[in-house]
């Protein structure tokens, strides 16, 4: 029994049983945290070995690079019809069928197996329409679950949760696909992960709808809005800054690990200790961080990642890898939950008290990918090889771009 007191004290910490009634998580609030648990235990498996299947497969940096692309592109039209689904039906429609459409991706890859690398352009564009459904659903009910006195508390506990669930996700991916032949252990690791998703699907269904009647897509509207409210603007802005950076390492670091250690599991295992780093983090957050405290907790965090990619100016080595993943472990979960409840805070700005939120979302979903193709763009155009000088440099100015974001979400600012 002693030996579970931690992870006891840890549920009553996530449970909020010593807070004040205010800060407590409702419980919509737990059901979607274990939804979206589930979801990323699948993702962690399948997404993390993906990018590397494909690279397994071609030996090719340009094909993993424009397969990312292209999701990058669809996504925000995704969000953009997912947005009107939910406010013309609801969030959780959107956002059980971006779940949906993700597991049959995955059953598609399945089914294709070798074949994935000549279909990657479809691969890529049902991709990106599943992930903008799913995550314009999840976004929206974030908003909805929390309230301004927990939500600080709620996407904290969300990164612990989502990162806890993707500890054992690389692990077992690894092992499995290390003592398995060939390419067959990639096939198990993306059943699995299908059957992940099915299961966070049948839980969704424990969130109810809510019914609207202010069901109008204000979205044509937006560019007005930004006009008006330069503070949100700006916000908008730091998530481009923000995807410039994101661009990249959701897909490079597992590769240049690989290359260093030759090994999946191996790539697995390090990927359970920086997702051990991003839970500690995210639990510090949770009990520590201050609403007023956002510049701080940027400028700290944007140095630390300028610190780590500085190091692989000196050479893309295990070492300076390895430095640099434990840095972004760290500061990357203290910037995006900070960015994200400031921006839920705009959000509680604009006009029309709230009914906003969707296309809020939607917009800032097109930042972060617009972000995202532009560094994409840069990498296939300077830096196509793994030994390129370009590599590095890209890194490490996306990463000094970052203290772009201490200008933009500045609250002394108006608008």
Known sequence: MRALQPVFQIWQAIKGAALPPERKLGKDAVTALIIHSCFQFGASMSGLFLNLYLWRLTHDLKVNAAYNLIVFIIT????????????????MVTYRLGIVMIAIFYLSVILTQERVPDLYVWFAICNGIASGFYWVGYLVLQYDVSTEANRIRFLAINMVMFNSA?????????FVIQHNEGLRGYIFIFTLAFVMFVIAAVISFRIPMVSSHHKTYYLKLMGLVMHRSRRWFLGLCSFLVLGLFQGIMLFLPNILLFQAVEREDWVGYFGVGFSSLTVAMG?????????????????FSTTGVVIGAGLLLFGVELWSVMIFMILFSI???????????YYYRLIGTL???GQLRVESVVMRELFLNTGRVMSLLLFVVFSIDLDSIGLPLILFAAAVLQYLLVLFISEKRGG
């Open 351 to 353: 006009p029309l008290k």
């Open 166 to 174: 993707g500890l054992a996700g690389p692990a077992l991916a690894g």
């Open 283 to 299: 639990y510090a957050i949770s009990r520590m961080a201050q609403k007023e405290n956002v510049r701080q907790y940027v400028l």
């Open 331 to 341: 500061c990357n979960p203290l910037a995006v939950n900070t960015l994200t409840s």
């Open 76 to 91: 925000p039209f995704a969000f953009a019809a997912g947005g009107w689904m939910a406010k013309k039906k609801d969030r």
